[in-house]
């Protein structure tokens, strides 16, 4: 999971272009701060089952519909994943969170690792896992994971285990 500067901004038109967008425009693109990576959310992706309505590479699940989580448009900074996050259960990763940032929504998330599949083949997570803060109405956090070289969205990690496996990410909102 080593950071490859080469593919830290992914800005509106690249986002497009590789999920299959159009009308798209690039403005003022920010940069990352040491470490983050940029990510443009276009207004036309509010949920998961809109980004999976694009190319992006994600497994079918009927469900989708059911959580529509969303959030704002736009450029988003993404720590994905926060050094040394993993083999912490959820409240010790909200603790390695740097200042200025929040946990990050499971959609913006998923577009990332989406994106950055399509843009290099690779697995940002090296066939990891991330630990989302959104949940269910049961109480499970979400999960995403690429399986078979889809991203599969989960909810079934049951517990709030310190894995070694499972990662945090943190985001910041920059601009429209």
Known sequence: MEYDPRFSVFSAVCVAEFLGLSGLKDGSVPKPQAGGRIIYLPPCIQSLGALRGTKAPMHQQDWYGKYPHSAKPGYWEVILPIPDSNRK?????????PPGFGRTPVLVDALLLS????????????????????????GHRFFLA??????CVGSYWYGDGPFGEVWASAARWICA
């Not at 843009?119 to 997570?125: C, Q, S």
């Not at 630990?131 to 049961?138: K, Y």
């Not at 690429?146 to 991203?151: E, I, M, T």
């Open 146 to 151: 690429f399986d078979d070289g889809l991203l």
């Open 89 to 97: 259960n959820q409240s010790q990763q909200d603790q390695v969170v």
């Open 115 to 138: 994106v950055y599949k399509l843009a290099t083949g690779e697995d940002l997570l090296d066939n990891d896992w991330v630990r989302c803060p959104e949940q269910t109405s049961d």
